[in-house]
């Protein structure tokens, strides 16, 4: 656990760096998340989820309801964490599967249809 607030704000930043918002929101800390767009605030989710160094990361639809450039910086840094992190990603685009994975499941009612 983190034993001082210095260490904690150091965390933070950290989390942020990894996820590429750091620097966009380096003088808004202290405001509430609902003021970022709709791609920080995926990266924030993915910030939140660095901090706890996990072994692996769930993301459900990382990149629904954003725009095309919103999308391209998650799908980047996605191919940037999953260097050091094992994700697993459900996603109703084929396409974005295919450009982010290394290894892609397929499902059908249930049940799994065809890996690649």
Partial sequence: MYKNKNDLD??????????GLFNEVKDRLFEPGTGLSGGQQQRLCI?????VNPEIILMDE???A????????IEELIEDLK?????VIVTHSMQQ???V???TAYMHMGNLSRQV
């Fill in 10 to 19: 150091e965390l933070v930043v950290s989390s942020l760096q990894k996820a």
């Fill in 47 to 51: 910030a939140r989820a660095l901090a």
């Fill in 62 to 64: 990382p990149c629904s």
């Fill in 66 to 73: 954003l725009d095309p450039i919103a999308n391209s910086k």
């Fill in 83 to 87: 260097q050091k992190y094992t994700i």
């Fill in 97 to 99: 599967a295919a450009r």
């Fill in 101 to 103: 994975s290394n290894r």
